[in-house]
């Protein structure tokens, strides 16, 4: 009788740790890694959720008056690029280079601004396959999320600003940082005050990643986001997005992030930033998110 209760006690316990591990293997299988023309990358699952957007207090004394008010936020699950798009892959999908993405840029700011031009787009600030792709305007981001969903089936976008702050403060295992992954800016983020000239890009997924295990959502490049920059409500809402037109009033878009050169206040993760979406600079890059 005490050898059988044992055998049965036993083989529960057994039982119950295998469901454990098939529970976290089935959540670790969530994420997907695709392969575009030999170039691989990998989406990271989010888990949808309700959050307060926006400079809670704990970081009201750092933001400025654009993260504010607070609101509640409520997403349904989506995927998220582990790291900024690549260079590699923004190569296979779009069949041009780094060096064809500044070249682009220069003539954009040529036509707008030569000052800028001759002292922000004459050269490289770091190029490699595992580099992020920066020079390219929010319009190039748009086009690389149709030409990629093209090529897999699946349905990618930019992300609204709600799905990439919610992802990175980590989701629903947030752990509230200040930065993606820490409240310390040099554990996940890298920046560089000198003169830009003398600054550099580093490769992506180089520093530890946060919570979800997304990587340089603090001080890699720049990221774009699909909508128009416009304050926040106090509003409740759910999977908000404010889509941008050209022909509207509101003639920016937002970025978040920061970028290599920034300083550390503005790559918090509700600090907001504005942009024309013509623009690209050599800190401005994005990450795609897939909805299916």
Not at 243 to 257: E, H, T
Request: glycine residues 8%; negative net charge.
């Amino acid at each position: 009788m005490i050898k059988r209760s044992f055998y049965l006690l036993t083989t529960l316990l057994f039982l119950l740790s295998s469901c454990s591990n098939s529970d976290k293997n089935n959540s670790d299988d969530k994420n997907l890694t695709l392969k575009v023309n030999d170039v691989s990358f990998t989406m990271v699952y989010v888990e949808g959720g309700t959050f307060t957007m926006g400079a809670i207090d704990k970081w009201k004394d750092e933001a400025f008056k654009n993260e504010f008010p607070c609101h509640e936020v409520t997403l349904s699950d989506y995927y998220i690029g582990q790291t900024e798009v690549t260079q590699a892959l923004w190569t296979a999908v779009m069949g041009t280079s780094i060096e064809d993405c500044r070249v682009q840029s220069k003539k954009y700011w040529d036509s707008i601004d030569e000052d800028i031009s001759c002292s922000l787009v004459q050269h490289l600030y770091g190029e490699g396959p595992d580099f992020p792709v920066y020079y390219v305007s929010w319009y190039q981001c748009i086009e690389f999320c149709y030409r990629l969903s093209e090529l897999t089936g699946h349905h990618f976008t930019l992300p609204t600003e709600a799905q990439w702050e919610y992802a990175a403060r980590g989701g629903k295992q947030s752990q509230s940082y200040l930065y993606s992954g820490s409240d310390t800016f040099e554990e996940v983020g890298f920046g560089n005050l000198e003169l830009i000239e003398e600054g550099s890009n580093v490769k992506v997924a180089t520093l530890k990643a946060n919570e979800l295990g997304l990587y340089d959502m603090s001080g890699g490049v720049n990221e774009w986001c699909i909508d128009a920059f416009k304050p926040y409500s106090p509003d409740k809402v759910q999977n908000p997005v404010s889509k941008f037109n050209p022909n509207d009033s509101i003639k920016f878009v937002v970025a978040r992030g920061g970028g290599w050169f920034f300083p550390h206040v503005r790559c918090r993760t509700t600090y907001r930033d504005e942009m024309e979406p013509g623009d690209s600079d050599m800190a401005l890059g994005f990450r795609i998110v897939m909805i299916d």
